[in-house]
């Protein structure tokens, strides 16, 4: 049974609508969402294109959930025998859910492919108990491997297995069991993730090193001196770059992770870094692009430069935080600038302060 997702002109707007089918009768179930249609003449402006974007990944979502509830009904998960439903389908059917974030859709399906693996066979939700439980964290941690096979990390097990609690806790919510078997269960422990940075002196060695490919440079080096995210420096606009007397230069701009609208202060020197202005919506680094290749390009540009560490784009936004913290800066201005919406997030860049702390301190020693 598919749910599709339709659109319907209606006046000076697109509204958005679900049709399907339930109980053998066609149903149409509007969503009260609309979108900015192409006008006759001229282009959408900026704005009203991420608004399109925005209203479409809802209305998605709202479609992801109507189809995950006609599943429910197609597989038994809400009748008489719902235990006899597959749990490894409604784990399946809950990652599509998320298709609107990648970065989310692929965690949740890595996690459905381990689950896969580890059960050999499909599971009903009947089978799910504490010992199931205790025996896939058990697979996470002594058997699963990466595609490189590699063990799988503290924290990819970590957020693994809260998916499948998250799972279970959403079919507790369906009516689909009556009682968590996950609450019985202890989950990993998460660790601390590795924060690779530049120092002060190797971010300068890196500004004067050759890099063979210049746009990477400047968008590396942007990032440091302003904390922005890759995925916010690749889509940034000459229209989100502004100036004001009183503020100085500044980015107004959504964040593409949280969605949260920022309006970021920047140097003068970042400013400078991207050179003559372009047209409102033209994209200020154009042609910029990520990928394996890039990064060992990268890694070279930082070989040149005398630094060893290995280095990613991220890399740069770890840098920006960790020399803020340790020029002086307080870790509530921080933490606003790099859009972090809790302050326990921050709070790892200053844990790594410390720690350097730690060791210069204990760099001096005396033979008495």
């Known amino acids: 049974m598919k749910v599709t997702l339709r659109k319907r002109k209606k006046g000076d707007k697109i509204s958005l609508y679900l049709d399907y089918y339930r109980n053998g009768q ?7 969402l609309y979108l900015h249609p192409e006008p006759e003449k001229g282009k959408l402006t900026t704005k009203q294109k991420e608004e399109n974007k925005q ?19 197609i597989y038994g998960f809400q009748d008489q025998s719902r235990l006899k439903g597959s749990f490894l389908r409604y784990v399946e059917l ?37 010992r199931w439980l205790e025996d896939f964290k058990d697979y996470l941690k002594n058997e699963a491997k990466t595609s ?11 957020s693994y297995f809260n998916k499948v609690r998250a799972a279970l806790k959403q079919a507790l919510k369906d009516g689909i069991i009556s009682k968590n078997p996950a609450e019985q269960v202890s989950t990993f422990k998460q660790g601390e993730p590795e924060r690779e940075f530049l120092t002060l002196e190797e971010l300068q060695a890196a500004a004067k090193a050759e890099c063979d490919i210049p746009i990477l440079k400047r968008a590396f080096l942007f990032s440091a001196l ?16 502004q100036h004001s007397d009183e503020m100085g230069w500044y980015i107004r ?46 890694q070279q540009w930082m070989m040149r430069a005398g630094i060893s560490k290995t280095i990613t784009f991220h890399c740069a936004r770890h840098t920006y935080a960790t020399l803020q913290l340790t020029l002086g800066t307080d870790i509530y201005t921080v933490s606003k600038l790099l859009g972090h919406r809790e302050l326990k997030t921050t709070q790892i860049y200053a844990k790594i302060i410390d720690e350097k702390k730690k060791e210069a301190a204990n760099k001096i020693h005396l033979d008495l």
């Open 26 to 32: 066609r149903k149409y179930e509007y969503l009260k």
């Open 148 to 158: 490189a096979e590699k063990n799988l990390s503290q924290n990819t097990c970590y």
């Open 226 to 241: 302003t904390g922005l995210r890759w995925s916010d420096v690749q889509k940034l606009l000459w229209s989100e770059i």
């Open 55 to 73: 209203t479409l990944a809802l209305a998605e979502s709202i479609r992801s959930k109507r189809h995950l509830e006609v599943q429910n009904g």
């Open 94 to 130: 809950l990652a599509e859910k998320r298709k609107s974030s990648k970065g989310n859709y692929d965690n949740w399906d890595s996690m459905h492919k381990h689950l896969k693996k580890f059960a050999k066979r499909d599971v009903t939700f009947a089978e799910i108990d504490k």
């Open 253 to 298: 701009f959504r964040q593409q992770k949280t969605k949260g609208v920022e309006t970021l202060p920047i140097s003068d020197q970042a400013r400078d870094l991207l050179g003559d202005e372009g047209l409102a919506e033209e994209r200020v680094f154009k042609g910029l692009k990520y990928s394996s290749w890039h990064n060992m390009r990268l």
